[in-house]
């Protein structure tokens, strides 16, 4: 399984190419209303994202699969209860949240995540999650970090940001339970793999949609 995991961690790693948007909020440069644009797409994100992980426990609801994709979507659940206090930091109404506009690109993300959820394999997520929780967690480290250090918010503010920069190692041993069980009963590799550079790559474009034409 090991094999497995390095292998789509060397095909994320190819196509990687940083992070502008927080390169930006690290150097203090992100514009206040683009921190309300973070807020508005990470909501209707993770809003997507915890229906998605609900969804493959009722496609997988046997364990291994069932106990983590439920953790995960109760997970997103905390998230997004922890998301409503960086909304408010950064001065967002729910009228103002329902009325925002999504950038389509990084809504692809959650899209694809939906898309896995009602077609592809448990496995395929247990993967993607294993490959990419590194990138991923460094990525929301350094953001709290940034807004912390930069714009002056507090922990409470960025506690969405602190939950998804450490994940528990019981989660990740329940994905790896996950990824064995579903090449031993015949999952394709290869679309597992493919799932998680994917998964890598439309993460990229989010944060890339939210850094476009800042200077």
Known sequence: MGDIVTRAK????????????????????????????????????????????ALLASRFPAPPAGDLFLTLAQGEAEALRLLGDFTSAV?????????????????????????????????????ALLANVDDSGDTYARVA????????????AVGHFLFFAETPGELLDQAGEVLAAGLANGEDPDEAVRTARIVAGLETAFWDALAEGIA
């Open 91 to 127: 001065g967002m109404s729910a009228a103002e949240l329902a009325a925002y506009e999504p950038l389509p690109l990084a809504q692809a993300y959650p899209a694809y995540l939906t898309q896995v959820a009602v077609h592809g394999s448990s496995g395929a997520m247990a993967l």
């Open 145 to 156: 970090a940034a807004l912390r250090g930069r714009y002056g918010m507090s922990e409470k």
């Open 10 to 53: 060397t095909e994320i790693a190819k196509q990687a190419t940083g992070n502008r948007f927080v390169d930006l909020l690290e150097a203090g440069t992100v514009p206040e209303e683009r921190l309300r644009w973070l807020a508005a797409e990470l909501t209707r994100l993770v809003t997507s994202d915890q229906r998605s992980q």
